[in-house]
């Protein structure tokens, strides 16, 4: 157990629609990092959040965001889904930005 | 050229020998590296790390590091049908980006 949890851990949404998913950090931790993961690939960077700043962004439309709060917790939302955008969404924290990243159990996306 | 690049697999290995997984990566500024275990279904937990030029021993696990040739390899000596995962490469990329390869498909066979 990393003490990160991801929820909600397995969701179907539609095309065109909205989700949200959300990260609590390991206690301790101020960093949260979001990563897609496609089945048979490595995990892509999406954003980092530290201390609630966006820290860094990889390659992705904006219509990939993200929210941190003050308690380090932290939201990624996805607006007008596609079907590609189906995957295993990683959350990690850090106990800093250049810290070992602990992740969670992550959310399996399926859009329909 | 892809930022990290490893060999997909499958890599199929006997119970008891060696798994060599091996790792090259494209910037030659990155100073950390990471080896990543991924189980069917779960998420990636980090069993080896290392900074520094040469090897670093942990347990049944070496992890082995050239800058000058931008590569870096995990052995698994004694390998366990339990070792059987995907293995995912990871480099750091600036200050806050750890970029991770497509991973390698390690299976050990009893």
């Known amino acids: 157990e990393t003490g990160v949890t991801q929820s909600p851990t397995h969701l179907i949404k539609t095309r065109g629609q909205q989700v949200t998913l959300r990260c609590s950090s390991q206690s301790g931790h101020n960093t949260v990092s979001w990563y897609q993961q496609a089945l048979g690939q490595g995990p892509q960077f999406i954003f980092q959040y530290y201390r609630e700043e966006e820290n860094g962004r990889g390659n992705f439309p904006p219509r990939f965001s993200g929210l941190q709060f003050p308690n380090y917790s932290s939201e990624l939302n996805v607006n007008a889904l596609e079907l590609d955008d189906s995957a295993l969404y990683l959350c990690?924290?850090?106990?800093?930005?250049?810290?070992?990243?602990?992740f969670g159990e992550g959310s399996r996306l399926t859009v329909l | 050229q892809k930022e990290v690049e490893q060999n997909s697999g499958p890599l199929s290995v006997p119970e008891g020998a060696i798994a060599s997984l091996n790792c090259t990566y494209s910037?030659?500024?990155?100073?950390?590296f990471f080896w990543y275990r991924q189980y069917s279904g779960k998420s990636p937990e980090l069993i080896m790390f290392?900074?520094?030029?040469g090897d670093k021993e942990d347990g049944r696990f070496t992890a082995q590091l050239n800058k000058a040739s931008q590569y870096v390899s995990l052995l698994i000596r004694d390998s366990q049908p339990s070792d059987s995962a995907t293995y995912l490469c990871?480099?750091?990329?600036?200050?806050?980006?750890?970029?991770f390869g497509q991973g390698t498909r390690l299976t050990i066979n009893p």
């Open positions: 990871a480099v750091t990329w600036g200050a806050q980006k750890l970029v």
């Open positions: 990690a924290s850090s106990r800093d930005i250049t810290g070992e990243l602990f």
């Open positions: 910037d030659r500024g990155s100073q950390s």
């Open positions: 290392i900074y520094s030029n």
